[in-house]
């Protein structure tokens, strides 16, 4: 049973910084990628990043430059570094996991953690 669990979310200041985890149990040899999305009030879930288990990361443009992905493939962590945060950034943030299509492709999500940023 794949469980991903997010943690790291919290209230900042404009221009702060958080650092999300996502624990990812179950499965983690069928691991296609990881992703971060993220959604606000009213709007729908979009992409933030994502890395693949070779290390390859792909971003937003929103965040590009501000938001850096990486992996500790020991601890099966994944985390979001983010910086300079802006209020546009505030949302529940969750991490996606997308299983390899030997594994059947399905995806599996978190449950999500709040960032909320004040200006």
């Known amino acids: 049973q794949v469980q991903l669990m997010e943690s790291g979310g919290g209230s900042v200041q404009a221009g702060g910084s958080l650092r999300l985890s996502c624990v990812v149990s179950?499965?983690?040899?069928?691991?296609?990628?990881i992703a971060w999305y993220r959604q606000a009030p009213g709007q729908e879930r979009r992409f933030v990043s994502h890395i693949r288990p070779q290390g390859l990361t792909e971003y937003d443009r929103s965040v590009r430059g501000r938001f850096t992905i990486s992996q500790n493939n020991a601890k099966n962590t994944v985390y979001l570094q983010m910086n300079s945060l802006k209020p546009e950034d505030a949302a529940m943030y969750y991490c996606?996991?997308?299983?390899?299509?030997?594994?059947?492709?399905?995806?599996?999500w978190g449950q999500g953690t709040q960032v909320t940023v004040s200006s």
């Open positions: 179950g499965g983690t040899d069928c691991i296609n990628a």
């Open positions: 996606k996991m997308t299983a390899l299509r030997r594994c059947g492709g399905s995806e599996f």
